[in-house]
């Protein structure tokens, strides 16, 4: 089992900026990909970004050259810098992990609200 506990969620005027941090514990030497997920009121859950064990990412084209997803193995926490927030970008975020057997898990999630 993985537990994944994230923060740094709140409220930030559009323009701002807000990190968020995803902190692993348990079985985390099974774990290859952690990232963000997120959900906005009446939509699914879409991915954010994420990166491999390796360091490979990816992003969602509508969070390119403003979110910046990054992963301190000694500390077993990934990390996403929001900038240049937008109202659009309001949503409750997921960090997810995956491990190599292929499980999947969830944090509780953390509000983001980007006000205009």
């Known amino acids: 089992q993985v537990q994944l506990v994230e923060s740094g969620g709140g409220l930030v005027q559009a323009g701002g900026s807000l990190r968020l941090s995803c902190a692993a514990s348990?079985?985390?030497?099974?774990?290859?990909?952690m990232g963000w997920y997120r959900q906005a009121p009446g939509k699914q859950r879409e991915l954010v970004a994420d990166?491999?064990?390796?360091?490979?990412?990816n992003y969602a084209d509508s969070v390119k050259n403003r979110f910046t997803i990054s992963r301190d193995n000694a500390k077993n926490t990934v990390y996403l810098q929001m900038n240049s927030l937008k109202p659009e970008d309001t949503a409750v975020y997921y960090c997810n992990s995956n491990t190599w057997a292929g499980s999947n898990y969830w944090g509780q999630g953390t509000q983001v609200t980007v006000s205009s």
């Open positions: 348990g079985r985390i030497f099974n774990i290859n990909t």
């Open positions: 990166m491999t064990s390796g360091g490979r990412t």
